[in-house]
Each structure stands twice: as structure tokens, then as C-alpha cells.
Nanobody, 115 residues
Framework: QVQLVESGGGLVQAGGSLRLSCVAS????????MGWYRQAPGKERELVAT???????NYADSAKGRFTISRGNAKNTVYLQMNSLKPEDTAVYYCRLLIPTGAVWGQGTQVTVSS
């Protein structure tokens, strides 16, 4: 059974930085896409960034230039470096793993940006 564990959320002032981590365990397959999504109160879950097993990346417009997604050397870990954070980045951030058998979600980590 595949599991995802996120960490790194917290409270930060506007303009600050945070680094989120997500570690996947189980059979994650050699071909997969890992990504970060977020959900703010009263809003739908939205894409932040994804990275393929070939290291191709994709970013939401809101994340371009400020956030960087990357994988660890073991390929079962994905990071989201978030710089120049804004209050509107406040949300629960979820890690997602897309594999041939379907999508797996983490439990989420809260990011709060104060103004």
C-alpha cells in the first residue's frame, strides 16, 4: 500500500519562505508524477506544481517564479520550496502521487502566511 507523509508546513510572515517535503512509501512505480495541491478555506483544491519521474515540471501561474518543485535522489521524495510567500498562499497543502493504479493523497500540511 502506498502512503504519503508530508511535513514542513507552518506559520510564516509575508515575504518569507517554507519548504514542504513529501515522502512516499510502498510501490510507487518507476513512472509516476508527484505533485503539490492546495485548498484554501471555502475554495476548491487546486494544482500548485507537479514533477514527473523524468523531472519534467509544471506550475500553476500563481506559483511560477516563487515556488520550486524538486525530487530527492531516491525519487520517492518531493519538495516544494516556497519563497516570497503571500497571505493568499494560506491553505492546506497536499502531496499527490499519480501512478498507473491511481492517485494517492497525503494527509495535508497547513501553511499560514500572515500579513
Amino acid at each position: 500500500q502506498v502512503q504519503l507523509v508530508e511535513s514542513g508546513g507552518g506559520l510564516v510572515q509575508a515575504g518569507g519562505s517554507l519548504r514542504l517535503s513529501c515522502v512516499a512509501s510502498g510501490n510507487i512505480f518507476s513512472i509516476n508524477i508527484m505533485g503539490w495541491y492546495r485548498q484554501a478555506p471555502g475554495k476548491e483544491r487546486e494544482l500548485v506544481a507537479t514533477i514527473s519521474s523524468g523531472d519534467s515540471t509544471n506550475y500553476a501561474d500563481s506559483a511560477k517564479g516563487r515556488f520550486t518543485i524538486s525530487r530527492g535522489n531516491a525519487k520517492n521524495t518531493v519538495y516544494l520550496q516556497m519563497n516570497s510567500l503571500k497571505p493568499e498562499d494560506t491553505a492546506v497543502y497536499y502531496c499527490r502521487l499519480l501512478i498507473p493504479t491511481g492517485a494517492v493523497w497525503g494527509q495535508g500540511t497547513q501553511v499560514t502566511v500572515s500579513s
